[in-house]
C-alpha cells in the first residue's frame, strides 16, 4: 500500500507488517485513525481504518466539493489544531457531520479530521449530494 504526504507528497510505502502494526494501535488506542509519518518531511500522514483494511465506511449520503485551491484538514474544528492532511481543488469528500460557532463551519471528514466550510467568510467546500 501507497500513501502520499498532504506536505511534501513524498510516497509512503507501507508493507503488510506495517499495516498489521497501525491497525494494532489503533485498536489499543480505540482510534479510528493512524498518523503516518513522512520520513522526508516529518509530517504525520492521518489515515482512516478504512482505508488500512481497504474496508469502505458506510457513508452519510452527504458530500462536500472544495471550492479552494487548498485546504488544509485539521485535528478538529479549529486553525490552532495541527495540519493533519490536505485537500486540493474540485476534492470530493464525505462529510459526518457538521459544526459552526455561528462565524465559521466546518465539517468532520474522518476520524479526528476536520476541514473549514466557511471560514471568515470565504466559501471553501460545497455540499454537493445533500
Known sequence: MEI????????I???????????????????????VPCANCKKVNRTSRAVL?????????TQAKVVTRSLR????HTITCEVVSGLVFDQVVDVY????????????IGEGTW????????KLMEIVKP
Open 97 to 108: 457531520e457538521t459544526w459552526t460557532d455561528g462565524k465559521n463551519t466546518w465539517a468532520r
Open 53 to 61: 483494511t481497504g474496508i469502505t465506511p458506510a457513508t452519510t449520503g
Open 13 to 35: 510505502a507501507l508493507d503488510q507488517a506495517a499495516i498489521d502494526t497501525a491497525i494494532a494501535k489503533m485498536d489499543e488506542n480505540k482510534l479510528g485513525f493512524y498518523d
Open 73 to 76: 484538514v485539521r485535528e478538529d
Open 115 to 122: 476541514a473549514a466550510m466557511e471560514y471568515n467568510g470565504d
Open 4 to 11: 502520499t504526504c498532504w506536505n511534501c507528497k513524498t510516497v
